[in-house]
């Protein structure tokens, strides 16, 4: 069974610093791998989605790559601001018979202090 | 606007009594799923549709039911709701999931419904 996982849980980093989120999963048979923010008490809204085929995507002061041999995501967020501060979460889409079937990381929780 | 709506965003009720969660969508998609989110175990899958009259279960599918009757409309049904299905539920939505085009696969979610079972 595919396996998500985020790390760290939780980063607090100062207004203006890189953000860094790690996502890792345990099967590279994928279709797609897609990050989300949330913030408290509301819904999933979609970041960038990476098709298998490819390294990255890029969305403003977003990136994210994709590395499927090693089962790794990684979101960028540059020059971070406190309209930042939310959990982000990723999900994958598995290339196996149960495609429908989405699996999501636990998420990082990200405070940027002004 | 494109978006997934669901109704009712928030509901109190008590055990046994049947419940109905909507969820429609009107971006045509043909893909449409139920989560719910806890604290401690993140986002899980309950049921999912590839298309109408075509459903099939998430990781927790036991104590829901699902039917996708019309393609914009995929209600979660709790026959019997128990304390243990209080929490915060999201439907959601994509054109397909397996398509070459990005934007075919992107899924769109809505904004919640929490659910408190006394």
């Known amino acids: 069974k595919q396996e998500v996982t985020q790390i760290p849980a939780a980063l607090s980093v100062p207004e203006g610093e890189n953000l860094v989120l790690n996502c890792s999963f345990t099967d590279s048979a994928i279709y797609n791998l897609q990050w989300f923010r949330q913030d408290p008490g509301k819904g999933l809204t979609s970041l960038l989605l990476i098709q298998s085929s490819q390294r990255e995507q890029t969305s403003g002061r977003l990136n994210a790559s994709l590395d499927k041999s090693s089962g790794r995501s990684t979101l960028y967020i540059a020059a971070s601001q406190p309209g930042d501060s939310a959990t982000y979460l990723c999900a994958v889409r598995p290339r196996t018979d149960s495609w429908g079937k989405l699996q999501f990381g636990a998420g990082t929780q990200v405070v940027v202090t002004p | 606007e494109a978006q997934v709506t669901q109704n009712p965003r928030y509901l109190i009720t008590v055990t046994g009594k049947k419940l109905t969660v909507t969820c429609s969508q009107n971006?045509?998609?043909?893909?449409m799923s139920w989560y719910r989110q806890d604290p401690g175990l993140g986002l899980r899958q309950i049921y999912y549709?590839?298309?109408?009259?075509?459903?099939d279960k998430g990781d927790v599918p036991e104590g829901y039911k699902v039917s996708r009757k019309e393609k914009r409309n995929f209600p979660l049904i709790l026959e019997s709701p128990s304390p243990n299905q209080t929490s915060l539920y999201f439907c959601?939505?994509?054109?397909?999931?397996?398509?070459?085009?990005?934007?075919?696969?992107?899924?769109?979610f809505g904004p919640g419904t929490r659910l408190t079972v006394l």
């Open positions: 549709s590839m298309n109408v009259e075509v459903t």
């Open positions: 971006m045509n998609h043909e893909y």
């Open positions: 959601a939505s994509s054109l397909t999931g397996t398509s070459g085009r990005a934007s075919y696969n992107e899924q769109f």
